[in-house]
């Protein structure tokens, strides 16, 4: 070859080998547990599978794991290959420093091996690896969430002739819930969302939610015979957690806070008095 040929193969192929992207460090999966129930296992594996260009090597290496509660993502670990990795932040004293994801130098410690995970370690995980040859990253969420203590429907007349009040609560709770109604027949089963509910989640000390919610039903809305049954849903979105509390259209009309007997009563002292200024009136 001509000296000129060959100092044009050379270029090129320093072109390839610089251009970035040609060189592929890519994470191919990040793996991340489903939801998990608050104090049900020992650890968790947090793995970024990422992908080394044949032959490269591990200098230069460096993973980062980041945790986002809000804000900002703040870093929870870093290993710069060969060497020791190290738990930060939120993660300090929680990581297992001497799992090994796999026995290859350039990817031993990629991965998280939380131990006890508990709500305060939820959030988007993110993992970044960087060499000298390029850098990638994947975010994923990881939920730890606690299921209610109780969820509870009661009913009750409202000052309204004809109305009924659904009220729904629910307690300790995390991630944040949504609490919904539900009207279902109960010959043709199906059912329907109820709009109007007005809902009111706080949020605990303790990092807890409560959630409660009220709605107002017209009993002239329900056909006449048939027979409902109500149902509040409380879920948390971010678990994929569900629950629902059924209660029968007949359970609520039972529920007036006056008794029958204190009804009649009240009505015989109306008519009486009445009765009286009536009498009064004639004198
Ligand atoms: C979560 O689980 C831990 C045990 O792993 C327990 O100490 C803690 O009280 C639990 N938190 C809630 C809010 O249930
Ligand atoms: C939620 O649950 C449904 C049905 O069980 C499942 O298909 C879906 O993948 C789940 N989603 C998450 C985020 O876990």
Not at 10 to 16: N, T
Not at 59 to 80: D, R, S
Request: charged residues 25%; negative net charge; aromatic residues 8%.
């Amino acid at each position: 070859m001509a000296p000129e040929v060959t100092t044009l193969v050379g270029v090129a192929l320093l072109l390839v080998v610089c251009s970035p992207g040609s060189w592929a460090l890519r994470i191919g999966q990040l793996h991340v547990p489903s939801p998990i129930r608050n104090g049900s296992v020992k650890d968790v594996i947090l793995d970024c599978d990422y992908s080394l260009d044949p032959g490269e090597k591990s200098e230069g290496l460096v993973v980062k794991w980041f945790l986002n509660q809000e804000t900002n993502p703040l870093p929870v670990y870093q290993w710069i290959a060969n060497k020791i990795p190290q738990d930060l932040g939120v993660l300090r004293n929680r990581v297992d420093l001497m799992y090994h994801a796999t026995d290859q130098p350039s990817t031993r410690h990629r991965a998280l091996r939380i131990l006890n995970p508990t709500i305060e370690l939820s959030g988007e995980y993110r993992c970044e690896v960087s060499s000298f040859y390029g850098e990638d990253s994947k975010t994923k969420k990881m939920i730890i969430y606690v299921p209610e203590e109780n969820l509870e429907l009661t009913q009750s007349k409202t000052t309204v002739e004809g109305q009924v009040r659904l009220s729904c609560e629910a307690d300790g709770v995390f991630p944040k819930p949504e609490m919904t109604f539900i009207k279902r027949s109960i010959e043709y089963g199906g059912g329907k969302i109820m709009d109007g509910a007005e809902v009111r989640v706080t949020d605990r000390k303790d990092g807890l939610f409560d959630i409660e919610a009220d709605i107002v039903v017209d009993e002239a809305s329900l056909d006449e015979g048939a027979q409902y049954a109500f149902g509040c849903e409380l879920s948390i979105p971010d678990a994929n957690y569900t629950l629902i509390e059924w209660e029968n259209y007949e359970a609520i009309s039972a529920a007036a806070p006056l008794s029958a007997g204190s009804l009649s009563l009240l009505a015989l002292a109306a008519w009486a008095w009445l009765w009286s200024t009536a009498a009064a009136r004639r004198l």
